[in-house]
């Protein structure tokens, strides 16, 4: 088959219809705005409550009530996350990856919020804190704490070369959120969502659009910090890629541990400030 057969010629207008302007889909200026000045404040006077240590090609779970702060911190090496969240009451209710995205662009960072899935569609967590906030979009593409890629998982490795790999952050939030509820891997499983890539440096090549991940910036001491905004369930996997360099799901990259801080504020230094409520839709959809 020929080039011409496979690559439609363009029409006489190509680069008119090329030159249109694009609009944005989601103009997030209405979207109920942070306090980060009332959080940043509680965060300064806040008392460390607990803290886990995420084993280099493992995950475990972790729990933040309403109002509390958490941060993941890179301690020995560049290392990069897949971090899960749900309600505490109710793992229906799942960090919505898609929809954050829409609402604030491919990658996050200090000020922007994650979004729980359908009927809820509320805050989450609110970033307060970001040391790479920095690096900004390179000159491929690439910034920091993406929204846009899925997890690395056993299956996808299956497909495309034939592996069994179990340490992937697909199969690592699997068997952490089974361990930490009490439940079996298969009841586990589904829970599983899209996540954020904490630390990954991500972007879409520019002749292909296929999705590419680089060496990411993070150093020992580089933190992101959260607030929850409702009671929280956590899940941080340290991707077995470590720096995503190179390599993705096998044993070759250099990897390491990732920590997960907690800490409460003092009393009244969050007054003024409520869990949000549920999204307001009335789910009627038409009827």
Sequence with gaps: MTE????????????????IAPVICYPNEGLPQPNLELYQNARAGAQKTGEVLVPPRDARCFEVPAGHFFRITSVEGSQVGDLNMWSFTDLSERFYSGKTRALHGTHLTTGERMWSSFPHMRPMA?????TLGWYGIDEFGGSVHDVIGTRCDPYTGNLLSGTQYHHCCHSNLTRALADHLGISLAEAEPAVHDVLNVFMCTG??????????????????????????????????????????????????????????????????LEGWSSPARNGYDGTHGR
Excluded: W
Excluded at 4 to 19: G, I, K, L, V
Excluded at 212 to 241: H, Q, T, W
């Design 4 to 19: 011409s057969q496979t690559t439609p010629r363009p029409p006489a207008d190509a680069d008119a219809r090329r030159a």
């Design 126 to 130: 609110t970033i307060i804190a970001d």
């Design 204 to 269: 879409f090549t520019r002749d292909t659009g296929q999705y590419f991940m680089k060496a990411s910036p993070v150093r020992p001491g580089d933190y992101l910090e959260f607030f929850a905004e409702i009671d929280l369930l956590g899940n941080l996997s340290a991707c077995p890629g470590g720096d995503c360099s190179s390599e993705h799901s096998s044993d070759t990259a250099a990897c390491y541990p990732l920590l997960v801080e907690t800490f409460a504020p003092t009393e009244g230094a």
